[in-house]
């Protein structure tokens, strides 16, 4: 609900509410004393209710316009309904960002929206360019003051500011650099779009290692996190430096076309053998990198780490039995496999795993220690010890030791797990080969940094998952996405429901020789609805 102008700090509600009470302590005395006048000259104007007219609309976006073009921040964040927020990057703009000559030029109103263009000369240290570039802004009615005023969002500056962004013109804080993939082809943002940040994370942490010089850089600098800055303009080029990744470009070309047919989704893909990142991407609204930093539910993928903690208990094996019924209780909480699936109850642990059967996961809830899944997940996977060091920031999973139902759900990747697609591809990796080896973007050599380690799994815990995986390639869940691909195959599905959300998570890893990919698409549905044909195709290009 907007109240005129939306409060963000204490202080801020703290002014507020005093100014209120001074304006009702001032109503309170006068009426006392008598000093009123007639009740129209006593009584403030009605606040104005409904959406702005055309008239306000114009009005207001004028006087915004002016105040921005003349450098005035606090005077143009005044016709906002955030001055707290709009002040400081509409500041910016002329001191920090050295923006001058500004002229904005609105195009016609689109009901409340107005569209418009601004040109401005960025100078610093002797050195100058034009910048131009599109923007909009809608204006709404403050419900308490009833003024017409801009609905308050960085991007109305600039479309690339977010909450806590600035512009900045300076020396950039890092050189330049060329970054190159394992065979020294070149990953440019243009043809890459999808490692945009990260390319701009590993020019912040390894610019200086890469023997480049910096440059003057118009930017945006994201204050409210540390994530590194993303250039907008160059007014004078450094020398960049080059920095070798362990990205493969044919990869990462499969990779961004495959997600690019996928709303929300992210893939990532691993060489098992040494840990080394072949491909990032991800298509979403936003430039976030969830690919490395996604923490959400993984859904049935999970039953991989699940299916060798069993294994690595003694409390079944592949072969062994896996009871697969239409329903299982787990502390009074009922769970149910996807519709259609038909109960066997004299199922193995292979069977139930490739055909994804929920049920017969849960009824090893009651067998296992709470902590039974979390110990395998860092001890033997890697997973959730906060220790990785990818070379950009990564989120190492998280696999809680939580009682009650969860103990269950955590089992078929539902309760409190918390993956991202690189630790699901990592998860797949150990699960190859029974080595943990930490997923890395650069070389370690490059700074010397320490790997997390983890126990691996044993030889006969290896033999058996990657059947089960197999199985499940070539006749389960995931066989129809698989088909067609050459080489030792392996796959899982996984579809995991997300309070809220319309439809489930789509969710799939696997690998062909050594390479192994994981992919989530926001409501994709089943894991080989849209999931799948993202990692097949990625294991299709090889690494």
């Known amino acids: ?52 007219s055309s008239a306000e609309v114009q009005e207001t976006s004028r006087a915004f316009f002016t105040a921005w073009e003349q450098g005035q921040g606090v005077k143009a964040a005044s016709y906002t309904d955030f001055a707290e927020a709009a002040e400081p990057v509409l500041t910016s703009f002329g001191q920090d960002a050295h923006l001058t000559d500004v002229k904005i030029t609105p195009g016609a109103a689109q009901g409340r929206t107005v569209p418009f263009s601004v040109k401005a000369t960025v100078s610093y240290d002797g050195k100058s360019k034009p910048l131009a570039y599109e923007s909009r ?14 609905d308050w969002e960085p991007s109305v500056v600039h479309p690339s500011l977010k909450d806590g962004d600035i512009l900045v013109t300076e020396e950039a804080a890092s050189p330049p650099i060329e970054a190159v993939d394992r065979n020294g082809t070149v990953l440019a943002k243009d043809k890459y779009p999808s490692l945009g940040p990260i390319l701009d994370e590993l020019r912040a942490r390894y610019g200086d290692k890469a023997g480049g010089t910096p440059g003057v850089e118009l930017a945006v600098r994201h204050t409210a996190t540390e994530a590194a800055d993303t250039t907008l303009l160059t007014l004078s080029e450094g020398e960049p430096g080059k920095l070798r990744t362990t990205l493969s470009a044919t990869a990462q070309a499969a990779a961004e076309k495959a997600v690019a047919q996928y709303d929300e989704s ?9 840990g080394e990142i072949l491909a990032v991407a991800n298509n979403r609204a936003d430039d976030w990198n969830a690919a490395f930093l996604g923490e959400v539910a993984p859904g ?26 239409d329903s299982a209780i787990s502390e009074s909480q009922t769970f149910h496999n996807l519709t259609g ?25 009651d067998e296992v220690q709470v902590d039974s899944l979390t110990r395998e997940a860092q001890e033997r996977f890697g997973i959730g010890r906060d220790d990785w060091k990818v070379g950009v920031p990564s989120f190492d999973g998280s696999v809680p030791a939580a009682g009650g139902p969860d103990t269950a759900a955590n089992l078929i990747g539902q309760g409190q797990v918390q993956m991202s697609p690189l630790n699901m591809a990592s998860v797949t990796a150990t699960a190859m080969t029974g080595a943990f080896r930490q997923p890395v973007i650069v070389p370690q ?64 890893t696997g690998y062909r020789d050594d390479i192994a990919a994981a992919a989530m698409a926001q409501q994709g549905g089943r894991g080989g609805e849209a999931a799948g044909p993202i990692v097949a195709a990625v294991l299709r290009a090889g690494g």
């Open 137 to 150: 802004l809608t204006v709404v009615r403050g419900e308490t003051t009833g003024r017409a005023l801009v």
């Open 266 to 274: 992210s893939v990532v893909a691993v060489k098992p053998s040494t």
């Open 300 to 325: 049935s993928t999970m039953k991989i780490l699940s299916a060798a903690m069993l294994i690595d208990n003694g409390l079944t094996s592949m072969n062994g039995p896996a009871p697969c019924p």
């Open 1 to 52: 609900m907007r109240k005129g102008v939306k409060a963000a700090v204490v202080g801020s509600v703290f002014a507020v509410m005093v100014g209120g009470a001074g304006y009702g302590a001032y109503n309170f005395v006068s009426a006392l004393s008598g000093d009123g006048g007639t009740a129209a000259a006593s009584e403030p104007d009605p606040v104005r209710t409904g959406p702005p």
């Open 445 to 508: 050599s490059l700074d010397g940094r320490e790997l997390a380690k983890a126990q691996g799994l044993s030889g006969n815990t290896v033999a058996q998952l990657r059947a089960m995986m197999n199985r499940t390639a070539t006749s389960g869940t995931a066989a129809s996405v698989m088909s067609g691909l050459p080489g030792s195959i392996g796959a899982k599905t996984g579809s995991a429901e997300v309070d809220g959300n319309a439809k489930a998570d789509s969710w799939f």
């Open 341 to 365: 699936m038909t109960p066997n109850e004299n199922a193995t642990l292979s069977e139930s795993f490739a055909r994804s059967c929920n049920t017969a996961f849960i009824k090893f809830a």
